[in-house]
């Protein structure tokens, strides 16, 4: 087999994984696999987010779901490659309610890794393409209902005489795009937001925040960005898309609106959602809930002793928007992750002389290295190769995240070579470095802990130049009238002090809105359970509670950066479809016992 080409090795070996799965013969599977494999999978198999490491976790999760998944039609798309003695291979195939698809991977003849993905649900895919709706009926007649009229009817009717069927509490960027994946499945859903406008959660903030990621990996379903669209975002140029694509996608977007409290009747299998909407109170009786307040939770406040005896002003990061008021003014920043130098940066422009407090070290990464090397399939010249933005998401997802530390760690060996003289310099200015505690870099920070790293645009020049400020090494001791004392006896004068201290996890805005015992129950969000501090446990093989079925029926959490919004949220609409429709969804995997333990 191995001296075959690589698409015959691969349809080899998909034939015999079909032959296997077809007779419900788990064993004869599994024995396909190298002993260090995995299979993740998204819904197909499980309707869960899971991955199964080893031999043994797979045939467990065969033996538990082929009867009813009854898997056929595998097929290989295109040709498959070899890379390094690795074949990989693109695939197609059904179930008895989706059809999927996915990416194998083998090693000497056996698979190393696969990675099976719902693409639709039969019976209920997305009207596009040649299935998009005519949108007018060729027919003369006295009640015709326009388009506006329709429209009108629908956004007046829905959460008064009609309920919707999930409720998206949150109207950023994960809400807007969820709620664009349940519109085009034909979900009734309302959307909540607290600010006055769609787009206003990126307005809001500081005037000079711009996306770190590049436009490539930026992109919204089903609307990407025209081709001019800059490669890194304005906020306010964000937010202004997001507004027009609340419009445009037809969504159900109640702003100047907050929830104030929700409880899930279990006999009834209905949620009771009190909404404050422009001061009119109104009760919600959505079948599914999802929390989409962003990556994590409330703001995360640190215990500043004397705080009380300060006399200037403290703020935190969520509520700090401009610089401005703090011209010519000494103000010392907590902090320094992404936040804290986008802050930093944004007073330094203002006038105001800051001093950035370091209390652990940064990992930090220049923007121009990680275009070159972080984001090659993400790129003109991935899309010029064929990597499309949806194939680009796939070869992410397709990586299990037990195997990232080993890439990662490899591609940060790159990164510190490359950028060696400007960790040099960084370091002489006084700013502590890590990259991580097993050298990994910023993507595992971003996914273990979500804090600690920053993408230099800029604000590293300033502190090499000594144009802001550093302490680092030294704990705070107690805020005083004037400033702030560390524990080796020196204090920093102060006029204002602004803590980039990060939030808390999302469970906690549960814990305000449902209740303390639901949001201990479903447990932490976001982390893998790497044992690193501030990586919620026990390792899972995926990030917790994210995307996927929780300890709490019918309540889902949806969120993260722009790419993992615009990837899950698919995967999150159609788990919700599913149960609207109907369709049996089997959760393999489900939370239990073990999963909710609360970090340490």
């Not at 919004?565 to 959760?587: H, N």
Request: with cysteine; proline share 5%; aromatic share 10%.
């Amino acid at each position: 087999m191995l001296d075959m080409a690589p698409s015959k090795q691969a349809a080899t070996w998909l034939s015999s994984l079909a032959r296997a799965l077809e007779a419900g013969d788990g064993e004869a599977a599994t024995n396909l696999f190298v002993e260090d494999c995995y299979w993740r999978d998204l819904l197909t198999f499980t309707w869960n987010i899971k991955t199964m490491e080893g031999r043994a976790a797979i045939h467990d999760m065969l033996e538990a779901t082929l009867a009813t998944t009854k898997p056929t039609a595998w097929q290989l798309s295109g040709e498959a490659s070899s890379d390094e003695g690795i074949v990989e291979a693109w695939f197609t195939f059904e179930t008895s309610s989706a059809w999927g698809q996915g990416v194998l991977r083998l090693q000497d003849g056996r698979c190393r890794t696969l990675f099976t993905a719902m693409s639709d649900l039969k019976g209920f895919a997305e009207r596009k393409g040649p299935a998009r709706p005519l949108g007018v009926r060729h027919k003369a007649d006295p009640d015709r209902e326009t388009w506006a009229e329709a429209r009108a009817r629908e956004t007046r009717d829905l959460g008064a005489i009609e309920q919707p069927f999930c409720l998206v509490i949150g109207g950023g960027q994960g809400g807007i795009m969820l709620g664009a994946r349940l519109r085009q499945l034909g979900v009734p859903a309302i959307i909540i937001e607290k600010n006055t406008q769609a787009g206003d959660s990126w307005r809001n903030r500081y005037r000079s925040l711009v996306l770190h990621d590049p436009v490539w990996y930026d992109h919204l379903p089903y609307i990407p960005f025209p081709e001019n669209w800059p490669v890194f975002t304005p906020k306010d140029k964000m937010g202004d898309w997001l507004e027009m694509y609340t419009r445009v996608m037809e969504l159900n977007y109640w702003t100047s609106t907050r929830c104030i409290s929700a409880s899930y009747d279990e006999a009834e299998k209905v949620w009771t959602v009190e909404v404050d909407r422009a001061g009119e109170r109104i009760t919600l009786k959505p079948k599914h809930v999802v929390f989409a307040t962003g990556a994590y939770g409330p703001p995360r406040q640190i215990d500043l002793p004397g705080a009380a005896a300060f006399q200037g002003e403290i703020l935190h990061s969520s509520q700090f928007s401009s610089g401005e008021k703090f011209r010519s003014r000494k103000v010392a920043v907590i902090g320094a992750a992404s936040s804290g130098h986008d802050v930093a940066v944004d007073l330094w422009e203002s006038g105001a002389e800051v001093t950035m407090i370091q209390r652990s070290p940064t990992t930090v990464v220049k923007s121009d290295t990680l275009m070159e090397v972080g984001f090659e399939i993400f790129s003109e010249k991935a899309l010029a190769r064929g990597i499309t933005t949806e194939k680009a998401d796939m070869i992410v997802a397709s990586t299990p995240f037990a195997l990232l530390p080993q890439s990662q760690r490899a591609l940060y060996d790159i990164i510190k070579a490359r950028d060696a003289a400007f960790y040099d310099r960084l370091r002489g200015a006084g700013f502590a470095i890590d990259f991580g505690d097993d050298e990994t870099g910023l993507l595992m920070k971003a996914y273990r802990t979500g804090s600690g790293y920053y993408i230099d645009v800029g604000a590293s020049d300033l502190i090499i130049d000594g144009e802001i400020g550093i302490r680092s090494g030294v704990e705070i001791k107690s805020l005083t009238p004037k400033g702030i004392l560390f524990d080796d006896g020196t204090e920093l004068a102060a006029d204002a002090i602004i803590s980039c201290t990060g939030y808390q996890s999302m469970n906690e805005t549960v814990a305000a809105i449902v209740s303390r015992e639901v949001a201990d129950k479903v447990g932490p969000c976001w982390g893998i359970g790497s044992g690193v501090k501030g990586d919620p446990g026990p390792w899972q093989g995926e990030l917790r509670n994210m995307w996927k079925p929780t300890a709490q029926e019918a309540l889902w959490f949806h969120g993260g950066n722009l790419a993992l919004s615009r990837f899950y949220s698919k995967f999150v609409a159609l788990q919700i479809k599913a149960r609207m429709e109907g369709v049996a969804t089997p959760v393999y995997g489900a939370p239990g016992a073990e999963d909710l333990r609360r970090p340490g």
